[in-house]
Nanobody, 126 residues
């Protein structure tokens, strides 16, 4: 089993930057991909970015493309989400997710991921 712990959320003004971290522990060798999703109150959880653990291919939602960058440090079993040019509409709880079941399927859907972190709040003020 893999456990995930997010950190780095907080309050930032529009146009500012934040970097989220997600540290994985446990059976991390079985991880095929990791991702960041976000959820606003009353809305469904939505995909933000994902990265394959082998090969480092990355994928982004159109809403964050060009502003957010997902990366990983294999030695530290940690994935990051660098968020630049933040907008008030980026305000949400951000969740880290890991795909440990199999290497197939979309990396942009919530049901592809079987391990989730507890979430970290990001608030962007206008």
């Amino acid at each position: 089993q893999v456990q995930l712990v997010e950190s780095g959320g907080g309050l930032v003004q529009a146009g500012g930057s934040l970097r989220l971290s997600c540290a994985a522990s446990g059976r991390t060798f079985s991880t095929y991909a990791m991702a960041w999703f976000r959820q606003c109150p009353g809305k469904e959880r939505e995909f933000a970015a994902s990265i394959r653990w082998s090969g480092s291919a990355t994928y982004y939602a159109d809403s964050v493309k060009g502003r957010f960058t997902i990366s990983r440090d294999s030695a530290k079993n940690t994935v990051y989400l660098q968020m630049n040019s933040l907008k008030p509409e980026d305000t949400a709880v951000y969740y880290c997710a890991a795909k440990t079941n199999h290497p197939y399927g979309s990396l942009q859907q919530t049901d592809s991921y079987d391990v989730w972190g507890q979430g970290t709040q990001v608030t962007v003020s206008s």
